[in-house]
């Protein structure tokens, strides 16, 4: 049976699928969320994961794809010996790309929702005010969902509610919709794998932490001009 008001969040523990999977569960009538194991160094990953949608009362799957990271052993996420790229390199991706993730992740999510009668998507890949990975792209996206129609037959919707807001507006998001405090304390984006403000000094907390002052500032300046 088809449930059109359900939705499956790929949840990583972040800042961005978390406040994603809140994003889904005020459009959606049931949210479901799935999380990968892809090799990654930082374990802890998928237990924030977890009990960031146990708490908020989402069914959770956990899967196992951590194949991929055998395949490429060029990626400072899986492999403990390749020192993490603090800048983007001139001419190509820092090596905290992990190729063909989103292709595979949001597959293996298509394949698993849709058993569950599941047709809507929701991924928290952004164009703004990353390193450009090909993979977080709208261009991609649409055409990743054209072929998983394809491929089975069916009408998913891929929802990429993060796409074109940079840091500070995913912020604002997670204020709007109520969870700023849990996605500040309770996620895990950090590159050296520590919860909430992280390591302060990687790439993934240096964005994350320009981003929080952005909104911040943006919000103060907002109440002021309230007030006068
Ligand atoms: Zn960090």
């Known amino acids: 049976m088809k449930h059109q008001n359900a939705a499956l969040v790929c949840l990583s523990g972040g800042q961005d699928s978390t406040t994603c999977l809140f994003w889904a569960k ?34 959770f799957k956990l899967m196992d794809i951590s194949l991929i990271s055998q395949l490429d052993r060029n990626c400072s996420l899986t492999n403990s010996a390749i020192e993490m790229d603090k800048e983007k390199p001139g001419d190509t991706y820092p090596n905290t790309f992990v190729p063909g993730r989103n292709m595979v992740f949001l597959t293996f999510a298509a ?8 047709f809507n998507l929701v991924t928290g890949v952004s164009e703004a005010d990353y390193s450009g990975y090909p993979d977080c792209r709208d261009t991609f996206i649409r055409s990743l969902n054209v072929t998983l129609n394809l491929a089975m037959d069916e009408q998913f919707v891929i929802h990429t509610p993060l796409m074109n807001r940079d840091k500070s507006e995913v912020w604002q998001l997670a204020d709007e919709l109520g969870v700023f405090d849990l996605v500040r304390n309770e996620t895990l984006t950090c590159n050296n794998g520590i919860p909430a403000d992280g390591c302060g000094h990687c790439p993934a907390c240096k964005l994350r932490r320009e981003g929080l002052e952005k909104y911040l500032e943006r919000k103060i300046r907002k109440n002021n001009e309230h007030q006068n």
Do not use: M
């Open 26 to 59: 005020k459009h959606f009538e049931c949210v479901e969320a799935v999380c990968f194991i892809y090799g990654q160094k930082h374990s802890l990953e998928t237990k924030i994961a977890e009990k960031i949608a146990t708490d908020a009362n989402v069914p």
């Open 111 to 118: 394949i698993w929702a849709r058993s569950r009668g599941i």
